[in-house]
C-alpha cells in the first residue's frame, strides 16, 4: 500500500542547504564546465543502479535537464546563461554533500532537496528548454529528420531564439528588474508550488 509524506522545509532549513551549496561553489575552485557537467552525470549513473523512491526519482531526472540544456549544441545557451546553470550543479559535483551518496537509498535524499532549490531558481530556463525540444521533436519527425541528429538547423534557430528572449523576459520580471508581475522532451515531476519561505516535498 502507498504511503503518501508531505513535510516543510523551513527557513532555517533552506538556510542549511543554501549555505552547502555554497560551500560545494568553493570547493569546485576551478573545475572546467566539463568537469562539473561529468560528476554530476556521474551521480546520475551511480542513481540509475538502484532502485530509489520515485520523488527522489523525478528531481534526479531535472537534474538530468540541466546537464541537456548545457550539452545541447541546438539550444547552444548564451555564455551568462549557461555559467547559471553550471553554479546550480557544482553541489552535485561534490562527493561530500550533506548526505554521501554512498548512503543507501538516502544518500540521494539531500540531492533530491537541492535539485528542488536549483529547480525553482532556473524555472524559466528548464520551462524554455522542455519547450524547445518538444517543438525540435514534432518538427524533426514531421520533416522526417531524427530529433537527436538535428544540430543548429535555421528552422529550429528562429523558435530557439524566441524561447530564450522570453526566458530573459520572465526572469527579468521575476527579479524586479523588467516590468509588472511576475516544455523535449517532457520531463515528468516538475509540478511543486512553492510559496516564501517553504519548501514542500512530496
Known amino acids: 500500500m502507498p504511503l503518501s509524506l508531505s513535510f516543510e522545509l523551513s527557513d532555517r532549513d533552506l538556510a542549511h542547504f543554501t549555505q552547502a551549496m555554497e560551500s560545494a561553489r568553493a570547493a569546485a575552485g576551478n573545475k572546467s564546465a566539463e568537469e562539473i557537467m561529468s560528476a554530476a552525470s556521474v551521480l546520475l549513473q551511480g542513481a540509475d543502479q538502484i532502485e530509489l523512491p520515485d520523488f ?17 549544441d541546438g539550444w547552444h545557451l ?3 546563461d549557461k555559467q547559471r546553470v553550471l553554479s546550480a550543479l557544482v553541489y552535485f559535483a561534490d562527493p561530500k554533500d550533506v548526505i554521501p551518496d554512498n548512503v543507501p537509498v538516502l ?13 525553482k531558481d532556473l524555472k524559466h530556463e ?3 528548454y522542455d519547450e524547445f525540444c518538444e517543438f525540435r521533436q514534432g518538427e524533426a519527425e514531421r520533416r522526417g529528420l531524427d530529433p537527436a541528429k538535428v544540430g543548429r538547423a535555421d528552422w529550429l534557430e528562429a523558435r530557439r531564439d524566441e524561447l530564450v528572449d522570453r526566458m530573459h ?30 519548501m514542500r516535498v512530496r
Open 126 to 128: 528548464l520551462d524554455a
Open 78 to 80: 548564451p555564455e551568462e
Open 56 to 72: 527522489i526519482a523525478e528531481r534526479l531526472d531535472r537534474l538530468d535537464a540541466m546537464i541537456a540544456m548545457l550539452r545541447d
Open 107 to 119: 544518500g540521494y535524499f539531500d540531492d533530491a532537496i537541492a535539485i528542488e532549490m536549483c529547480v
Open 169 to 198: 523576459r520572465r526572469r527579468n520580471r521575476q527579479t524586479g528588474s523588467g516590468y509588472g508581475d511576475s516544455s523535449g522532451y517532457q520531463r515528468r515531476g516538475y509540478t511543486t508550488a512553492y510559496r516564501p519561505g517553504m
